[in-house]
């Protein structure tokens, strides 16, 4: 699905609420404020590619803000990932803020309140499925407002990915492939995050959170078990039962809640990017032994069936 925005044939008084109306319906749901600006313009334009959307937006000053009142009465999860080619940017969330310039990438959640504001002249913006992003890295969610692979190789790659992502206007009998261009734009941003959480960048872990990274990655590299529990994960991590549950409560989950979580996000990636044929298949190697079960939890999680997902069906 492509899609194009612009103010220039909108009449100056219906500007600002044509151009509010036209970025929550592509991206977060938020207010928007544009200051005492008169003669505010802006353009955006993208498309669908696979289950992410990407987009580029030229704009004046403005500013997004999204409320606990929003996330009430407009849920969304989606994280969106902002690459400023020039101009510049700010956001702001969970505590901290940060201004972006060209070159910077900055990720947001709409799960949780943000500021963000946009001094524009080219920026791409991906937004990406929750459970896409988690699947690959569940430490994506404490990476807010921090500029990722500041001026290192990947953020430019990540750029160029952008811009050819952006430039991709699909083909038809083409969706797997582009599928996988998705998947390899997901998974460097994830590669890029996951390298600078390991480095002193980030800040420092409490023991509950290392043993809970520990487990997640264990438990992301065994969701094929379907046997898989509790106890089975803290021996393999050397420590006792309490002490992992202990972890998992300091997230406010439970371990068996966030394997039945992680394998549910682990079967939406699989789906979305295409790497089976058969639904069965995506349910067997995230672990679901039952697929009636399964079909009945995923619809529940993601509003839509497997095989709408597998297919490109609406749900």
């Known amino acids: 699905m492509n899609f194009s925005y612009s103010t220039a044939a909108v009449r100056a008084g219906h500007r600002l609420d044509y151009w509010a109306e036209c970025v929550c319906k592509q991206l977060i749901p938020a207010n928007a404020n544009f200051g005492t600006q008169a003669d505010f313009s802006g353009a955006l334009s993208g498309h669908s590619l696979g289950s992410l959307t990407i987009c580029h937006m030229n704009s004046g000053e403005h500013t997004f803000l999204r409320t606990e ?13 902002l690459m400023v080619r020039s101009g510049a940017a700010t ?52 990476m807010m407002a921090v500029r990722i692979a500041q001026g290192r190789a990947m953020a430019r790659l990540l750029h160029e990915m952008a811009e050819e992502a952006y430039k991709w206007q699909g083909h038809s009998g083409c969706g797997a492939a582009e599928a996988r261009l ?57 420590v ?22 992680r394998r549910l996000e682990a079967s939406f990636s699989i789906l979305t990017e295409r ?23 995923f619809r529940k999680a993601f509003g839509t069936t497997p095989g709408s997902l597998l297919h490109g069906e609406a749900g």
């Open 240 to 261: 006792s039962n309490r002490t992992l549950v202990r972890a998992f409560a300091s997230r406010n989950t439970t371990v068996m809640h966030h394997v039945w979580q």
């Open 275 to 297: 790497r089976v044929r058969q639904v069965s298949q995506a349910a067997l190697q995230c672990g679901f032994n039952n697929l009636a079960h399964f079909s009945r939890a």
């Open 182 to 238: 998705a998947s390899a734009l997901v998974d460097t941003l994830t590669a890029a995050m996951e390298v600078q959480a390991a480095g002193s960048g980030c800040e420092a872990a409490s023991r509950y959170d290392t043993l809970f990274d520990r487990a997640d990655k264990y438990i992301r590299g065994h969701l094929d078990d379907g046997t898989l529990t509790s106890v089975d994960i803290a021996l393999a991590l050397h």
């Open 91 to 142: 956001m702001m969330q969970d505590d901290r803020e940060v201004e972006l310039l060209p070159g910077d990438i900055v990720l947001c959640d709409a799960a949780r309140p943000f500021i963000n504001g946009l001094m524009s002249d080219s920026t791409y913006l991906l937004r990406i499925p929750r459970a896409q992003l988690l699947s690959r890295f569940s430490g994506a969610e404490r």
């Open 69 to 81: 009142a929003n996330i009430r009465a407009m849920p969304n999860e989606d994280f969106v990932a």
